[in-house]
Nanobody, 114 residues
Framework: QGQLVESGGGLVQPGGSLRLSCAASGFTFRNYDMSWHRQAPGKERELVASITPGGKTNYVDSVKGRFTISRDNAKNTVYLQMNTLKPEDTAVYYC????????WGPGTQVTVSS
């Protein structure tokens, strides 16, 4: 049974950067698509970025050119580098993998505010 744990969230000023990490365990990490999602207050959870085992990436339009998803299969970790952050990026960010069931991490809060 898989487990995901996010880290790296926090408070940052507009225009700043953060790097989120998601440590995976309990499954063969290198074989699975991984993704980051976020949920802002009062809004539905949305897909932010995804990455295949081979490294192909996909992004929601609102973060293209600002966010980069990557993975380190040796460390069983997926990352989300977030640059030029905006107040509308404020949300809880979740790591996700689809095994036999849907596996979510507990989330990490990102707040972009001056």
């Amino acid at each position: 049974q898989g487990q995901l744990v996010e880290s790296g969230g926090g408070l940052v000023q507009p225009g700043g950067s953060l790097r989120l990490s998601c440590a995976a365990s309990g499954f063969t990490f290198r074989n699975y698509d991984m993704s980051w999602h976020r949920q802002a207050p009062g809004k539905e959870r949305e897909l932010v970025a995804s990455i295949t085992p081979g490294g192909k990436t996909n992004y929601v339009d609102s973060v293209k050119g600002r966010f980069t998803i990557s993975r380190d299969n040796a460390k069983n970790t997926v990352y989300l580098q977030m640059n030029t952050l905006k107040p509308e990026d404020t949300a809880v960010y979740y790591c996700y993998v689809r095994l036999f069931g849907r596996i979510w991490g507990p989330g990490t809060q990102v707040t972009v505010s001056s």
